[in-house]
Nanobody, 115 residues
Framework: QVRLVESGGGLVQAGGSLRLSCAASGIIFSFHRMAWYHQVPGRERELVAEITSIGTTNYASSVKGRFTISRAKNMVYLQMDSLKPEDTAVYYC???????????WGQGTQVTVSS
């Protein structure tokens, strides 16, 4: 099994920055894809940013130019700049790991942006 643990969430004023981290542990041969999703109450979980095994990245249009996803070994990061109140959500780390048929999720970390 693979375990994902997020950290770095918190309360920040609009225009500020936060850096989320996700540590993956367990039996890991390779990552096919790692990503960050966010979810607000009453809405479905939405993709924020993703990074593939070869480093290709993709961003939701709402965060493009403000957020940056990166990966190093068994860590994935989300640098969030120019934060807006509408970025407020629980942020989840996601991983598709080689050799497993299931997807893995972290427990989530709350990000709150005050106006």
């Amino acid at each position: 099994q693979v375990r994902l643990v997020e950290s770095g969430g918190g309360l920040v004023q609009a225009g500020g920055s936060l850096r989320l981290s996700c540590a993956a542990s367990g039996i890991i041969f390779s990552f096919h894809r790692m990503a960050w999703y966010h979810q607000v109450p009453g809405r479905e979980r939405e993709l924020v940013a993703e990074i593939t095994s070869i480093g290709t990245t993709n961003y939701a249009s709402s965060v493009k130019g403000r957020f940056t996803i990166s990966r190093a070994k068994n860590m994935v990061y989300l640098q969030m700049d120019s934060l807006k109140p509408e970025d407020t959500a629980v942020y989840y780390c996601y991983a598709r790991v080689g050799g497993y048929s299931q997807d893995f999720w972290g427990q989530g970390t709350q990000v709150t942006v005050s106006s």
